[in-house]
């Protein structure tokens, strides 16, 4: 931990022999979760709450709201933080834009998230299917606000950006992560400079788009590298940022290395703030999608 930034929060680390009381959450059991649940399964929608582990899902559901997984639930990449299979997917499903217009429609939505595994296996990477998904919705819901969070597109990120230039989302996320030193053993087929670029490009290509980006706490990089991050994803005029906690979502997950006080995450958000991200969502539970839709009536 970088001595002077930690100078005043050197007694906020919380070693991770076991999970501490901010972590703790009761198990999700209401109504509307079960309705949320049955309205996907019934649909044969993904979703990345379910397919992460994501510790959310019990509150995200009981308000009625899930960040929609596209192009299937099998990913090309395998990132050790991350808990989605990997393998060789199935080809896009055509049928899967009606299905995600008529989810949206039946929940009821203003904000819809999208996101998808890394599909280096298609020519565009997924773009076109992401872009049949925005169309398709806004078709049958005209007052949606999409945001959309997309893998890095590796080798055909100026083509991917063509192609939604037809369905611009109003929020484009693109998450970092991690720190870059951390690349190599949590996001081995990423690449931290070609994450930034997609950012950069986003925000050139597209008018008046607002775009997103997300770190995890807790695998071990230290407070100068986070402050890095941040800086650089500014310097590529990246306007909204979450900072959350690493949990191993699964017993094959990178283990955590520290469990990061709330106390702490609220200096983070200061931070973020005071180097000019026009929002900041930094909380042990903070995740790209989480509170998405209220995020962006502020
Ligand atoms: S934070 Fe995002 S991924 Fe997690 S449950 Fe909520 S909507 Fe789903």
Request: net charge positive.
């Amino acid at each position: 931990m970088n001595r002077e930034l930690s100078h005043d929060l050197r007694l906020t680390s919380y070693e991770p022999r076991k999970l501490p009381p901010w972590l703790h959450r009761p198990l999700p059991a209401s109504e509307t979760y079960d309705a949320v649940d049955n309205l996907l399964s019934s649909l044969g929608l993904e979703t990345i709450c379910t397919n992460a582990n994501c510790p959310n899902r019990g509150q995200c559901w009981d308000r009625g709201t899930a960040a929609v997984l596209i192009l299937g639930n099998v990913c090309t990449r395998n990132c050790e933080f991350c808990s989605v299979a990997k393998g060789k997917p199935a080809p896009p499903d055509p049928t899967e834009p009606a299905r995600i217009a008529e989810m949206t429609k039946r929940m009821g939505l203003k904000y819809l998230v999208i996101t998808s595994v890394n599909r280096d296996d298609l020519p565009d990477g997924g773009a076109g299917h992401f872009r049949k998904c925005i169309n398709e919705t806004r078709q049958q819901c005209p007052d949606i606000k999409i945001e959309i969070l997309t893998p890095d597109f590796r080798s055909c990120q100026a083509k991917a950006l063509k192609v939604l230039q037809d369905a611009l989302p109003f929020v484009f996320a693109h998450n970092v992560e991690t720190v870059p030193s951390l690349y190599p053993i949590a996001r081995m087929g990423g690449s931290y400079q070609r994450s930034l670029s997609l950012l950069k490009m986003a925000k050139e290509s597209y008018a008046n788009i607002r775009t997103k980006s997300s770190i995890m706490l807790g695998l071990g990089e230290t407070d100068a590298e986070v402050e890095h991050v941040l800086k650089d994803l500014r310097s590529v005029g990246c306007d909204k940022i979450t900072i959350g906690q690493y949990l191993r979502p699964s017993k094959d997950s990178l283990e955590v290395v520290e469990y990061v006080t709330p106390a702490k995450f609220d200096w983070w958000k200061q931070k973020a703030i005071s180097l000019g991200f026009s929002y900041c969502l930094s909380s042990p539970f903070a995740r790209s999608s989480y509170f998405a839709e209220q995020e962006n009536t502020l």
